[in-house]
């Protein structure tokens, strides 16, 4: 809110550069908060994921955990004026890499009822299945979000 202020004040102040300057920081903040909402949505379904991978099973909640967080990433990504999204195609490989640390964390939590460390877990199935899989599934999802 403090920018928006700042910025009032540097238009009615006729000072156009630094208002500029000004909106070009609101919009990278706004893309990091984006960016950062995609990396947590992603977090949930990677855990969600890891768990029916290595479990070989599912139940009614990790379904529905891994729906919520593909429609909150369909949703998330979207750009809603210009249309696109925040994070490309391409780019999705590195971010659930990044992501898969932590997923792997909070599923050997819960996984086999958090018998396994993370690393023994990684063992009961394969990442790249688990991996591609997201990838798939997000990819799907925004597909399925614009056409409606």
């Known amino acids: 809110m403090d920018e928006i202020l700042q910025l009032r004040e540097f238009i009615q102040a006729q000072r156009y550069q630094d208002a500029l300057l000004l909106i070009g920081e609101m919009e990278e903040m706004a893309k990091d908060d984006k960016l950062n909402k995609l990396y947590s949505f992603s977090v949930?379904?990677?855990v969600h994921l890891i768990k029916q991978h290595a479990e070989k099973h599912t139940t009614r909640s990790w379904d529905v955990s891994i729906y919520n967080a593909l429609k909150h990433i369909a949703r998330t990504n979207k750009r809603k004026n210009s249309g696109g999204y925040y994070m490309r195609d391409h780019e999705w490989d590195a971010e659930l890499r990044d992501a898969f640390d932590e997923a792997l964390q909070m599923a050997a939590l819960e996984a086999f009822g958090g018998s396994f460390t993370p690393k023994e877990l990684l063992t009961?199935?394969?990442?790249?299945?688990?991996?591609?899989?997201?990838?798939?599934?997000i990819l799907e999802s925004q597909t399925l979000s614009t056409r409606n």
């Open 44 to 46: 949930i379904l990677l």
């Open 124 to 137: 009961k199935f394969d990442q790249e299945a688990v991996l591609d899989e997201a990838k798939k599934r």
